[in-house]
């Protein structure tokens, strides 16, 4: 039980697939106009997460491994169907966002229209091909533990979207005006820097040439108190300032 909690809770923080892996931007960008729809968007990510990563786990466990057809024949012990993994996982993926947009359609018309294109292109998305990847690549001993990595994989991408889209409704309440949205593709590394800061961890060496000061030392730059939301807007000013 220590082990899955433990995936559990680095797949929501440490490895969170907008934060870590900047996996899924495209939506996470472009449906992060209203917390409603973002929720929306979350929910249905965390289903199509929920049902492909273990289909795609048993997949890859009793079909694509070495050795994996061994217990249909022992003949087939040597047979490696490795190859196929993207072709799979991908079909498995599309089926279920098919049945996930039947189901949204069907009974929340209104949050079908408002996700439009993107509510399909879930089977593009490269947080849940990746969450996939991830899964194969670390070998996660037991379907428990899979079922756990999809769930903090889910939140963590449901708490980023719906967080940014919260922001943008307080930014748009406060001033009047959203206009930063229409740059927050220049600064949602900044983004993304920030929240690591305010989830705890440290160790993050972000000095670069286009980012020449580390985000402990940049949010400590200020005399207001320090939260998220001050984090969030020093660092966009940072970001848009360098355009």
């Given at each position: 039980?220590?082990?899955?909690?433990?995936?559990?809770?680095?797949s929501?923080?440490?490895?969170?697939?907008?934060?870590?892996?900047?996996?899924?931007?495209?939506?996470?960008?472009?449906?992060?106009?209203?917390?409603?729809?973002?929720?929306?968007?979350?929910?249905?990510?965390?289903?199509?997460?929920l049902?492909t990563?273990?289909?795609?786990?048993?997949?890859?466990?009793?079909?694509?491994?070495?050795?994996?057809?061994?217990?249909?024949?022992?003949?087939?012990?040597?047979?490696?169907?490795?190859?196929?993994?993207?072709?799979?996982?991908?079909?498995?993926?599309?089926?279920?966002?098919?049945?996930?947009?039947?189901?949204?359609?069907?009974?929340?018309?209104?949050?079908?229209?408002?996700?439009?294109?993107?509510?399909?292109?879930?089977?593009?998305?490269?947080?849940?091909?990746?969450?996939?990847?991830?899964?194969?690549?670390?070998?996660?001993?037991?379907?428990?533990?899979?079922?756990?990595?999809?769930?903090?994989?889910?939140?963590?991408w449901?708490?980023?979207?719906v967080?940014?889209?919260?922001?943008?409704?307080?930014?748009?309440?406060?001033?009047g005006?959203?206009?930063?949205?229409?740059?927050?593709?220049?600064?949602?590394?900044?983004?993304?820097?920030?929240?690591?800061?305010?989830?705890?961890?440290?160790?993050?060496?972000?000095?670069?040439?286009?980012f020449?000061?580390s985000?402990?030392?940049?949010?400590?730059?200020?005399?207001?108190?320090?939260?998220?939301?001050?984090?969030?807007?020093?660092?966009?000013?940072?970001?848009?300032?360098?355009?």
């Open positions: 039980m220590e082990q899955i909690a433990n995936i559990f809770v680095k929501i923080f440490t490895e969170n697939m907008i934060f870590a892996y900047f996996l899924g931007m495209c939506s996470y960008l472009a449906v992060s106009k209203t917390v409603k729809t973002a929720s929306g968007l979350g929910l249905a990510v965390i289903f199509v997460l049902i990563l273990p289909v795609n786990y048993l997949l890859d466990r009793y079909v694509l491994s070495p050795g994996a057809l061994a217990w249909i024949n022992p003949q087939w012990a040597e047979v490696d169907l490795g190859f196929l993994s993207f072709i799979l996982f991908i079909a498995v993926i599309a089926a279920m966002v098919q049945l996930v947009e039947m189901v949204v359609e069907k009974f929340a018309p209104a949050l079908y229209n408002n996700l439009g294109i993107f509510l399909p292109l879930i089977a593009v998305n490269c947080a849940i091909l990746g969450a996939s990847l991830f899964m194969q690549e670390r070998e996660y001993g037991n379907i428990l533990e899979v079922f756990s990595y999809a769930l903090g994989s889910g939140i963590g449901y708490l980023a979207i967080s940014i889209a919260a922001r943008e409704k307080l930014s748009y309440s406060n001033s005006t959203h206009a930063w949205a229409g740059h927050c593709f220049h600064h949602y590394r900044a983004y993304g820097y920030c929240l690591y800061e305010f989830y705890g961890i440290t160790n993050l060496n972000t000095t670069n040439d286009h020449p000061i985000v402990p030392d940049f949010c400590r730059h200020t005399d207001r108190n320090p939260g998220p939301g001050c984090c969030f807007d020093l660092c966009k000013s940072q970001a848009d300032t360098r355009g």
